[in-house]
């Protein structure tokens, strides 16, 4: 039997979560008292106790197991978060960034951490460690907003010297890699999934997310409801992709989501999608990291490249910003490769 354990804090308990794709092993996980499903992780998880860490071959990190009273502080974060209708990602985010700032002070009280301790948080945790600067303004975040709504205090935040935001282009794919990927899978369902990616430039989430009626062919348009920010907007539908569309509807038949899993009415996973790109990656034998917001930003390059309004994109990608939406300026070849080079004229 193989799995990977590791501890959890979960709903404010000391927990193991057991990772395995081993059929046995989760029919013997499920014989631990007091064994639960997370849907979350997409696993079992035990008791965090001495004779689970001795059977699971986990050794015990007492000190590095969060004090109960900073579990206490974190669930009652956790709650005001969910409360205000945060996304589940950033609420886990914010909740992983809180409980590493209180641990490194576990020695004191919250009412005894300042804005100082903050500041040596990010000098002898972060610097030291090599954190990236996204990391520390996760916590810098998630620690202003804990003490000013839970601790009903405010640290001042603009004493902290924040990283300045690394600025990174978009990783963009040329047309011929993007017509390799998305033909690489003879599986239709999953070509089909690809496609849709690339041809209304969506998100993973968004693609999981949509239903049959979010398909409206009277209109030529995709409504993608509660994307990143909750907002709904609309995405052009091209005529080759809802053709696709159909063949796939009137052979899989979905019942509940556009894309299923193998069990009827269930939405796909987020990590099956990044498998199936996976695989049509290596099948086309392209040595890049692609991911799936490769194919997103993409899209939008290619819609820039084409003569397309940036105003329309940033619609269309649902940006709340124009500068976002800009950046694809600056990997957009088009005008770059009209330039001619003085090297020429030698």
């Known amino acids: 039997m193989k799995w990977n354990a590791r501890p959890l804090v979960h709903r404010a ?4 979560l057991v990772t395995t794709q081993d059929f046995d092993t989760t029919l013997w996980i499920r014989t631990f008292a007091d064994a639960r499903w997370s849907k979350t992780h997409r696993s079992w998880h035990v ?17 590095k197991t969060p004090d109960i009273s900073i579990v206490q502080q974190v669930a009652r974060f956790k709650l005001w978060l969910q409360s205000r209708r945060y996304s589940e990602n950033t609420v886990k985010t914010y909740t992983d960034a809180l409980i590493c700032f209180l641990d490194f002070f576990k020695h004191k009280t919250v009412d005894e951490i300042d804005i100082d301790d903050l500041i040596r948080f990010n000098n ?28 009903q205090r405010k640290l001042d935040v603009e004493l902290v010297h924040r990283p300045k935001r690394q600025k990174l282009l978009p990783n963009v794919l040329s047309k011929t890699e993007v017509k390799m990927i998305l033909n690489a899978h003879v599986n239709f369902k999953h070509k089909v999934m690809l496609c849709m990616v690339y041809s209304c430039g969506l998100r993973c989430s968004e693609l999981i997310g949509l239903k049959p009626a979010d398909i409206q062919s009277d209109r030529n348009v995709v409504v993608i409801r509660q994307a990143k920010g909750k907002k709904d907007r609309i995405v052009p539908l091209s005529p080759n992709i809802l053709e696709m569309l159909r063949q796939y509807y009137t052979g899989y038949k979905p019942k509940v989501w556009l894309f299923e899993s193998a069990r009827p009415g269930q939405q796909y996973a987020a990590k099956s999608l990044q498998h199936v790109l996976k695989e049509a990656v290596r099948k086309t034998g392209i040595q890049k990291p692609i991911t799936l917001h490769w194919l997103r930003h993409s899209y939008a390059t290619h819609l820039l490249e084409n003569g397309t309004d940036l105003r329309y994109i940033q619609e269309i990608l649902g940006h709340k910003s124009s500068k976002t939406t800009e950046i694809y300026t600056h ?7 009209s330039i001619k080079s003085p090297f020429d004229d030698l």
Do not use: G, M, W
């Open 13 to 16: 308990e000391f927990r193991i």
């Open 47 to 63: 008791p965090d106790t001495t004779r689970n860490r001795a059977i699971l071959h986990l050794a015990p990190k007492i000190d």
């Open 124 to 151: 002898e945790y972060i610097l030291e460690k090599k954190r990236s600067a996204s990391f520390q303004n996760q916590i810098v975040n998630a620690v202003k907003l804990y003490f000013a709504q839970i601790q």
């Open 331 to 337: 990997v957009s070849t088009l005008s770059i490769q």
